[in-house]
């Protein structure tokens, strides 16, 4: 056990202890809960489940590695967005050949999130479902874009930020985790202080 807890800390962007574990549970529990209460009338059980499986990815980076680039809400929001919209495009496109249609769609998702700083993994997946979802989904659409992916990224959002920052030792998004650390003395977080200590003591 101590073997596989020293290969995981290598590797793992997030200290691992059992609040940030529990937080990171019940954050993914209840963003994937309320994606799937709020699109039920949207979508059928196998559209849901196709959504869900690219918002699943989601919530691994949002939840359980809060501090990466790829985890922040420009990626998290405009890579779906972004992804969506291609995705949609290429099927309507090139919808005879699924094949071309998918190998598009994914592709040229990541080549424009590259060029935008959206980059989000999920979002290929996003592209993906664009293309190969059920017919429920492609009746959809450019609404598509809209829900079930802008509204299930900004659930996410949502949740993370309110999630993410209530326990001490984590902070949501990065851009407000620096503005905590910025004006550390009106926050009462002892970690963030810590941190901030440490880098004047250096520079001293």
């Known amino acids: 056990m101590k073997f596989f807890y020293k290969q995981f800390q290598k590797i793992n962007s997030e200290p691992l202890d059992k609040s940030n574990m529990f937080w990171s549970w019940i954050g993914s529990f209840l963003g994937i809960i309320l994606i799937a209460f709020f699109h039920k009338n949207f979508l059928d059980d196998d559209g849901l489940i196709l959504v869900l499986s690219s918002f699943g990815a989601s919530a691994v980076l949002i939840y359980g590695a809060i501090n990466s680039p790829l985890a922040q809400p ?12 291609i ?12 094949f071309l249609a998918a190998a598009i ?9 590259q060029l935008t700083l959206t980059l989000h993994p999920p ?16 009746n959809l659409g450019f609404f598509y874009v809209i829900i079930p992916v802008s509204s299930g990224a900004l659930i996410l959002f949502l949740i993370a930020f309110i999630i993410n920052n209530i326990p001490r030792n984590r902070a949501y998004p990065q851009s407000y985790k620096e503005f905590l650390k910025k004006h550390y003395k009106r926050y009462k977080r002892k970690s963030l202080k810590k941190v901030v200590f440490k880098k004047n003591t250096i520079k001293n």
Do not use: C, D, R
Request: net charge positive; no cysteine; hydrophobic share 55%.
């Open 87 to 98: 995705g949609v495009i290429s099927y309507k496109l090139f919808a005879p050949n699924l």
């Open 123 to 138: 979002g290929g997946a996003t592209a993906l479902i664009a293309v190969i979802g059920n017919e429920q989904i492609h």
């Open 105 to 113: 769609a994914v592709s040229t998702s990541i080549l424009i999130m």
């Open 74 to 85: 420009k990626n998290l929001i405009g890579g779906h967005i972004i992804s969506a919209i």
